[in-house]
C-alpha cells in the first residue's frame, strides 16, 4: 500500500510541480504572486475541451493549441493587468492581480455556467498492474507529459539564449539590461511560457479528474503557490521538487494521519520546512545589503 | 487641497451617491407578491444556486400564467451569496429591508439557511429552504422551513436494500466534509452497523479531486459496497477512480448523485449504481413530465434534484397563499400547515418542526440513464 | 433611520475596520506580510462564542476571552515565523490559517463543518462603533510610541534597526500579538452579529478581503483602513443593486480592483511617492521587489 500511496502522491504532485513552474517564473522574473495562473490553467482546460469535444481536433494537438492560448492569455493579462504598475508597490500588483483572478473566473462563470463539464477521455481506459502497485494509462501520460514539459522548460532555461537573458534578468534586472537585454520582452516571454504550463496542466487534470469547472483554478492554484515557495521560490528545480513533495505530503497525510486532516498536515509540513529552511528547500538565501 | 484629501472626498462622495442611490426601496406595486430567492449564484457551489433558482423561475411562470391567483402577481427578487455565509447574511437582510420581499425560497446550502434564519425570524419572513439538509436546522425558528428529503429516511431505505435486496454486508463509506456528507455518514454508520458490517470510513474535503489515498485505504479493508456521502461531481470522480485502481464494488448513495451530470462525467464507471432519490425525472405522472418539459423550454437542460425541490418549494408557497392567504404570516401558517402536498418530488408534508415528510425512490444507473427501482 | 439592512452593513464596515486597521499594523506599519488574519478572526469568533454559549460569559468578557485567546496563538505562531521575511512568511501565515480552518472544520465542539449555532445575538452598532474606537485609539497610541518608532524602523530596514540596538524579533511577535488581539475582538464581535458561525467564512479568500482592505485603502494610514474595509464591504453589497447586471457583479469587483490598482497604486489615501519623503509603499516596493531601478527605466 506503501508504494502505491507513493505513486498517487507523485502523479499528483507532478501537476502541481507544473502550476507551481508558471509561479516561480513569473516570481523569478518580477517577483510577483501572479494569483491570475490558477485562472489561466482553468482556461487551458476550457480550450482543450472545447477543442476536443467541439471542433473534434485530435487530442495532441488540442494539447498544444490550449497551450499557446493559455500563454496569450497570460500575457494579455500580464499587459493589462500587471504592466501598468509595474513601478508601483509590490502589493498593489498582487490586488491588482487577485483582480483579474476574480474577473477570469466569475467571467469564465458566466459565458460556460457552472455545470460541471465532462472532459473525454482520450485514452482507452486501461490499468496496468505491477506487483508493487496499480497505474492507468492515464496516469502514465500525465506523469511522462509532465516530465517532459519540465526537461523542455529546464533545457529552454538553461541553453537557449532568451533562457540565459532570462536568468540574467531575474538575477539582476539593470545590469541585464546594459547587457541589452529588452527586459520588457523578456517579462512577456516569460509569462508566456509559464502560463502554457499552467494551461498544459490545467487539460492534463481534465483529462485525469475528467471535469472541467470555472472555479477549478482556485485550490490547485494555491497548492501550486505553496508549492513554488516550498521549493524556493523563483528556483525552477525547487518548483518541481516543491510540488512533487506537497502532493507527495497530501497523500500520505491521508493515508496514514486523517483524510480529515490531510491539508493541514500538508501546511503544517509546510511551516516547519520553512523555519528550518526558511528560503525554501532549493532557494537560496537572501542576501541583505546594508 | 491635496491629492490624497482630494481622493478621501471623491470615494466618499461615490460612497455616499451610490448609498443614497440604492436606499431608495422600490415603489410598491399592487397585485405583486415578492417571492425571495439567496443562494450561491457564483463560485464553487453556483450550480446548486443556479438550478434553484431556474426551479423557482418556472413554478413562478406557471402560476402567473395559469391565473391560478388570480390578481397576485409573483415576482422572484434573488441575491448572489458566493456561497459564503456571511454575505448570505446580507442578502437576506438585503431582501427584507430592501426589495420587501413577502417570503423567501433559500438559501440553498445549510451554511446559508442558518446565517438567514434567524434574521427571517426577526422580520417575521417565511423562508422555505429547498435543499438545507443539516440536521436541526428548522428547530426553534417558526419561520424556517425545508423541503429536502431527510437523511434518515433515505439511509434507510438504502441500507435495507442493500442488505436485503442486493446481499451486500461490507460497507465502506466515503463522504465530503461538510453538513450534507456528515449527516449521511452519522445516518449510514448507525443503520449500517446494526444491519452488517462497516469496514471502512474516509472523508474528503469539499471540491476534492483526487480521491486515491482514501481508496487505496479502502481497498485494502477489502468491502463489497462504497456509500458515497457527497454530491454527483465527486461522486463521479470517485466512481471513475475508484475503477482505475481496480476496486470494483457496487456503489451506492443518496440524492445528491441523482443528477445527469453524474453519468455524463462517469461514464461507465457509474454503471449500476445505486442511490436515493425524491425526484424522477422519467417518471410518467403529467406533474413531473409538464416541469421537465417547460424547465427544458426555458433553460434547455434537463432539471436536476435541486431544481426540482426548489420547484416544489415555490409549489407550496403558491399553494400556501392559496389556501392561507398572501401576507408573510399567512404564507407561514399555510406553509406550515402543508399536508400530504402532491409535489414533483413526491408527497410532502412539514412537521410541527418545518422539516419535511417525503417519500423516497432508489434510482439504478442502467445503461447511461436513471431507472426507477424502487 | 436606517433600516436593518444598512445597520448591518455598517457593523460590517465597522467590523472589517477592526480587522483591517489590526493587519495595517503588522503590514502597513511593520511591514511584515500576513495573509492569514483571518485565523485570528476565526479564533476570536469560536473561543468567545464558545464561552458565551457553554458558560453564559457576560459579552464584554467574552470578547476579551476570544481576544486573548487569538493573542496567544498570534504569540505562539508569530515567535517562530516571524524570522521569515516577505513570501516565505505570508505563505506560512497562510497555511497557519488553513490549519485553524480545517481544525475548527473536524472539531465536535465548534460544530465542525455543520457550524456552531444558538450564539445569542448581542453586538449592536453602538457596541461596534466603540469597538472601533477603541481599536483606533489603542493602535494610534501604539504607533506614536516607543513601540511604534521601533515598528517603523523594523519596516524601513530592519538591518538598521537592529543595527541601533532594537530587538527586531521582539518588537515583530509584539506586533504580531496586538494585530492578533484585534483580530479576536473582530472576530467575536461578528460572531455575536450573526448568531452563527462556520469555518468556510473564514478561510483564505477572507484574508484576502482584509488585505484588499489595507492596500486599496493606503497603507499605513488609519484612515485608509477605514476606507478600504469601507470600500471592501460596500462594493459587493452597492453591485447588489445593479438589476439585470447584477449577473456580471463578481466580473465587476474584479475588473474594480484591477482598475483602482492602476489608478491610485498607492492606495486611496496613500501617499505620492516622492524622492525626499520615501513613502511606506516606496519602502515595501524596495525591499520586497527589489524592482525599483529595474522598473522604471521600463
Known sequence: MFVQQLMNGVILGSTYALIALGYTMVYGIIELINFAHGEIYMFGAFVGLLLVTVLDIPFFLAFLLAMALGSLLGVTVEYLAYRPLRRSSRLSALISAIGASFFLSNLALLIMGSQPFSFPNPFEAKIYHTPLFIISRVEITVLLSSLILMIALTFFVQRTKIGKAMRATAQDKDTASLMGINIDRIITITFAVGSALGAAAGVMVGIYFRTVTPTMGFMPGLKGFVAAVLGGIGNIPGAMLGGILLGIAEVMGAAYISSQYRDAVAFALLIIILLFKPAGLLGRPAQEKV | ?374 | MLSPYYIQLVILVGINTIMASSLNLIIGYTGQLSIGHAAFMSIGAYASALVTVHFNFPFIASLLFGALVATLFGLLIGAPTLKLKGDYLAIATLGFCEIVRIVFLNLDITGGSVGLRGIPKKTTLLTVVVAVLITIFVLNRIINSRIGRALIAIREDETAAESMGINTTYYKVICFGVGAFFGGLGGGLFAHFFRFIQPNSFGFMCSIEHLCMVVLGGMGSMWGAFIGATAITAIPELLRFLGDFADYRMVIYGAILVIMMRVRPQGIIGQRLSADQVSIGEKLFNRWAGMGTGGKRG
Not at chain 2, 426589495?99 to 425570524?121: F, H, Q, T, W
Not at chain 2, 399553494?319 to 406550515?336: D, F, L, M, Q
Open chain 2, 1 to 374: 487641497m491635496s491629492r490624497k484629501s482630494y481622493w478621501m472626498i471623491v470615494t466618499a462622495a461615490i460612497l455616499c451617491l451610490a448609498m443614497a442611490m440604492v436606499g431608495c426601496s422600490p415603489e410598491e406595486e399592487a397585485g405583486v407578491l415578492k417571492i425571495g430567492n439567496v443562494g450561491p449564484l457564483t463560485g464553487g457551489a453556483a450550480n446548486y444556486g443556479i438550478n434553484v433558482l431556474r426551479g423557482i423561475e418556472v413554478a413562478v411562470d406557471e402560476a402567473n400564467a395559469s391565473g391560478e391567483l388570480g390578481d397576485l402577481t409573483l415576482k422572484v427578487y434573488s441575491e448572489d451569496t458566493g456561497g459564503d455565509w456571511s454575505k448570505a447574511a446580507n442578502a437576506f437582510s438585503k431582501l427584507i429591508d430592501v426589495d420587501k420581499v413577502d417570503v423567501i425560497i433559500g438559501g440553498v446550502l445549510s451554511s446559508e439557511s442558518e446565517a438567514g434564519g434567524p434574521i427571517a425570524k426577526d422580520a417575521a419572513i417565511p423562508t422555505i429552504s429547498p435543499s438545507s439538509t443539516s440536521a436541526g436546522l428548522t428547530l426553534d425558528n417558526p419561520y424556517l422551513f425545508r423541503n429536502c428529503l431527510s437523511d434518515e429516511a433515505q439511509i434507510e431505505q438504502m441500507a435495507e436494500y442493500a442488505v436485503n435486496e442486493l446481499g451486500l454486508g461490507r460497507f465502506a463509506i466515503l463522504y465530503t466534509n461538510n453538513d450534507y456528507g456528515v449527516s449521511l455518514k452519522d445516518s449510514f454508520e448507525a443503520k449500517a452497523k446494526e444491519l452488517a458490517k462497516v469496514v471502512a470510513i474516509e472523508g474528503f474535503m469539499d471540491g476534492d479531486e483526487n480521491f486515491k489515498p482514501q481508496l487505496t485505504k479502502i481497498k485494502q479493508s477489502n468491502p463489497d459496497c462504497l456509500y458515497i456521502g457527497g454530491y454527483y461531481t465527486e461522486g463521479a470522480k470517485i466512481a471513475q477512480q475508484a475503477r482505475e485502481m481496480d476496486l470494483n464494488v457496487q456503489i451506492l448513495g443518496a440524492d445528491g448523485l441523482c443528477n445527469v451530470a453524474l453519468i455524463e462525467i462517469g461514464e461507465e464507471a457509474v454503471e449500476g449504481t445505486y442511490a436515493t432519490s425524491g425526484f424522477y425525472p422519467d417518471d410518467p405522472t403529467p406533474a413531473v413530465q409538464n416541469f421537465v418539459t417547460a424547465y427544458k423550454e426555458k433553460h434547455g437542460e434537463d432539471p436536476d434534484m435541486f431544481a426540482a425541490q426548489a420547484y416544489d418549494a415555490a409549489r407550496i408557497v403558491i399553494n400556501a397563499i392559496k389556501t392561507s392567504g398572501p401576507s408573510s404570516e399567512e404564507i407561514r401558517e399555510g406553509i406550515a400547515a402543508t399536508w400530504n402536498f402532491p409535489g414533483i418530488t413526491g408527497n410532502t408534508s412539514i412537521d410541527e418542526e418545518g422539516d419535511t415528510i417525503k417519500d423516497v425512490l432508489i434510482l439504478k444507473v442502467e445503461n447511461g440513464k436513471f431507472v426507477r427501482v424502487r
